[in-house]
């Protein structure tokens, strides 16, 4: 499975952006997509994850602020990122875990500043 992730940039706090993640290849249902991210020194993170009939779990930090959501037929992921803060700064990375494993995407830098 190979996911591509797409849609990071630079934004001012308060702002809002929306990161893409496409997988391809051998991708079975049930398995689970999610972001996650990680910041210059700090370990990776989830952010948020999402089962195939839609569930979804979020971190806290930002609970209220970003949603999770994904299209099966395209095999996509989205992450509606509002109300950026300067912590949410980091590489974001999509996830997906199901019958063959998990895979990663290669990442997309998200920048918050003014």
């Known amino acids: 499975v190979q996911l591509q992730a797409s849609g990071g940039g630079l934004v001012q706090p308060g702002g809002s952006l929306r990161l893409s993640c496409a997988a391809s290849g051998n991708i079975f249902r049930p398995n689970l997509m999610a972001w996650y991210r990680q910041a210059p020194g700090k370990q990776r993170e989830l952010v948020a994850v999402?089962?195939?009939?839609?569930?979804?779990t979020y971190a806290n930090s930002v609970k209220g602020r970003f949603t999770i959501s994904r299209d099966n037929a395209k095999n996509t992921v989205y992450l509606q990122m509002n109300s950026l803060k300067f912590e949410d700064a980091a590489v974001y990375y999509c996830n997906l875990a199901g019958r063959l494993g998990t895979s990663w995407g290669q990442g997309t830098l998200v920048t918050v500043s003014s």
């Open positions: 999402i089962t195939s009939d839609g569930t979804t």
